[in-house]
C-alpha cells in the first residue's frame, strides 16, 4: 500500500470526521493535512486499518489541542468574521445556518469522548477500533456509544424545542 | 426477565455481535416487549443523529475534492514527490504494511515541522500555513495530474430512464439492486408517487405500493414522496430512507443532505 492509496482511501472520511468535529471546512482541512503530514515524517507503520485509526486519533487529538488554542485566541478570532457562502437564497441559508448551529451546539455539549466515538462510529470504525483510538475496552464501546447517542438526542431535541417556541403562542 | 444489556443492543444494531449472540439477542426481543423497545429507541436515535451530522456534511461535501487537492500540492511542494508503489508483495508474504522508505523525505518533513512547529499548522493566519499554502508557483509546481484521479468528477450524466408508481394504501416500497460505488440521488418531492430514473439498461418492476429498480452503473435519482404515510427506500437489503407521516429519517450514512435532497454512495 502506498501514500497515495491511504490518502485517497481516508481522506475523505477523516475530512468529512474533522468538519463535524469543528464545523469548519477550513480548519478540517488544516487538521487533515496535518494528520497526513505526520504520517510522512514520522514514518509511520501498519496495516491500511492501523493507519487510518492512527490519523483519525492524531486528527482528533489536534483539535482538541486547537479549541484549547482558540480559547486563548477568542479576541482576536472575533476580528475575522464569517463570510457567507453566496448562496442565492437567504431565507434557505438561515434556516441551513440554524440547523447547522444546532447540531453543532448539541455535539458541543457532549464530553469529547463520547464526540469521538459517535463520529468515528459513523466513519465505519469497528469498536475495536474505536476502543483503541478512545482508550477503553472494547466490550464497553457498546454502552458508551448508547449513553453517548441518547445524549445527544436529549441535547438536540432539548435544542429542537426551545427554537420551536420562539415565536409561538 | 432477565433483560438485555444497552450494551449488548446497541452492538447487535452495530453488527458488531458474533453470529451466535445476535441470534440469541433476536430471540430475546422477539420476545421481550421492553427490550424491543429499548432496541427500537437505540434505532431511532441512531437514525436521528444520522440525519442530524448529515446537515453538518453539505459544506464538507462541495469542500472535500479541492482540501485534497490542495493538502497534497503542498506536501509534495515541501516535502518532494510523495512514496508510490512499493513493489509487489508475493503472495506468500506477510500482509502489505505501508511505511515512508525515503529517508530524505522524513528528514526533509522533520526540517520543516522543526523550522515552523507544528501548531502554527493548525492556526488560521499562521505564517507557516500561509506558506504551506503556496504562491501560484508552488501550486504550479505541484499540480501532478495523475493525482486528480483520486477524486473523481461527478459521474457523466447517461441518458437516463424512469418510472413512476402511486402509493397503495398510503404505502410505497422503492427497492433498487446497484452496484457498489454507485451515486444515488434522493429527492424528497410532495405527493404519493415515487419514481425511479437511472441510466439506459436499468430494469423496473411495479406493483402494488412497491417500485423495483435494478442498474448496473449510476447516478441514479429517486423521488421519495412525503406525502405517504409509509415510504421506504431499501437498497440491497439496507433500509436507506424511510418516511413516516411527512418525516424522513436515513438509515444510512449520506455523503450530504441539502434541503430536501440526499446524496448517498453505495458501499
Known sequence: VDFETIFGDVFPSLFRYCHRLTGDADAAEDVAQEAFFRLLSHGVEGSPAGLRVWLFRVATHLIRDRYRVAQNRSRLLETYPVEPGGAPDPEWLLERAESVTAVSAALATLPERDRTMLLMREEGFSYREIAEAVDVQPTSVGTLLARAQQRFAASYGAGQTREEGIGGP | ?267
Open chain 2, 1 to 267: 426477565v432477565k433483560h438485555e444489556d444497552i450494551g449488548r443492543l446497541m452492538a447487535y444494531l452495530d453488527g458488531e455481535l458474533p453470529r451466535g449472540d445476535a441470534a440469541s439477542v433476536e430471540a430475546h426481543v422477539g420476545r421481550c416487549a421492553a427490550c424491543a423497545d429499548a432496541l427500537q429507541t437505540l434505532r431511532a436515535e441512531a437514525s436521528h443523529l444520522r440525519v442530524a451530522l448529515a446537515t453538518l456534511d453539505r459544506d464538507a461535501a462541495a469542500a472535500v475534492g479541492a482540501a485534497g487537492e490542495r493538502i497534497r500540492a503542498r506536501l509534495a511542494a515541501t516535502t518532494g514527490p510523495l512514496p508510490r508503489h512499493q513493489a509487489p508483495v508475493p503472495p506468500s508474504a506477510p500482509p502489505p504494511r505501508w511505511r515512508l522508505r525515503s529517508r530524505a523525505l522524513q528528514a526533509a518533513a522533520l526540517v520543516l515541522l522543526m523550522a515552523g512547529g507544528v501548531s502554527a499548522l493548525v492556526i488560521p493566519g499562521s505564517p507557516l500555513r500561509h506558506w504551506l499554502g503556496g504562491g501560484p508557483a508552488v501550486e504550479k509546481a505541484a499540480a501532478p495530474t495523475a493525482d486528480a484521479a483520486a477524486f473523481p468528477e461527478p459521474e457523466e450524466e447517461l441518458p437516463q430512464v424512469g418510472v413512476r408508481t402511486a402509493s397503495s394504501g398510503g404505502r410505497i416500497r422503492i427497492a433498487l439492486e446497484l452496484p457498489s460505488g454507485t451515486s444515488l440521488r434522493v429527492t424528497l418531492v410532495q405527493g404519493e408517487t415515487a419514481a425511479v430514473f437511472a441510466p439506459q439498461g436499468a430494469g423496473f418492476r411495479q406493483a402494488d405500493g412497491l417500485l423495483e429498480a435494478s442498474a448496473t452503473s449510476g447516478p441514479v435519482h429517486v423521488e421519495v414522496p412525503l406525502g405517504s404515510e409509509d415510504a421506504s427506500l431499501v437498497v440491497g437489503e439496507r433500509l436507506y430512507l424511510s418516511v413516516r407521516e411527512g418525516r424522513a429519517e436515513v438509515g444510512v450514512p449520506a455523503e450530504s443532505r441539502s434541503g430536501t435532497e440526499i446524496l448517498f454512495r453505495v458501499p
